[in-house]
């Protein structure tokens, strides 16, 4: 493991300016590879948002056409609008 460890200061001895760029361009990548996924997530979690609005109207559409009972009706209401919140609270 010393080995290691000299050889890799001597690699940045006789190269800085190489291995500022190398480390860079690593920093770049990663940075680049954490924004699609954050990306990704938006998008999901404004989807699911979307989603959620729909079940939402469907769900008191069923309890006024008599479909589900009030109770339920509450009961899925509650935890869509808790999921809801989570969402609205991660993508801001």
Do not use: P
Request: hydrophobic residues 35%; charged residues 40%; negative net charge.
């Amino acid at each position: 493991m010393l080995e290691r460890i000299r050889a890799v200061t001597d690699y940045i001895r006789a190269d800085v300016e190489g291995f500022q760029k190398d480390w860079l361009m690593c920093q770049r990548e990663e940075q680049e590879k954490s924004i699609l996924e954050d990306k990704r997530q938006l998008k999901k979690a404004r989807k699911r948002l979307a989603d959620i609005d729909k079940l939402i109207t469907r769900i008191y559409e069923d309890m006024v056409l008599g479909n589900l009972s009030q109770e339920h009706c509450q009961k899925m209401l509650e935890g869509y609008e808790a999921e809801q919140t989570a969402l609205n609270n991660e993508v801001s």
